[in-house]
């Protein structure tokens, strides 16, 4: 169990402007680069980027992403 990739919500529920996902984990950035097709997430931890959730092609939702290689993290792990 401790080498899980978890994701939890950091919003609470209900209607709001916007929704905080963490993930974290040995593979979150395989979980971020299978989610929003970002390659230059990964390539610049530390910095916020500008991409989509996406489906296949499809956009589902316009996002802001930030990716933190281990062990420069909250966590000292992984992590988004």
Request: glycine share 8%.
């Amino acid at each position: 169990m401790l080498d899980d990739t978890i994701t939890a919500p950091a919003t609470p529920p209900g209607r709001a402007g916007i929704a905080v996902i963490r993930v974290s984990g040995a593979e979150t950035a395989l979980l971020m680069e299978r989610v929003l097709h970002s390659s230059a997430l990964l390539a610049q931890p530390g910095r916020l980027h500008r991409t989509y959730v996406m489906q296949g092609a499809e956009r589902l939702a316009e996002c802001l992403a930030v990716f933190f290689r281990a062990p420069r993290s909250y966590t000292g792990e992984d992590a988004a």
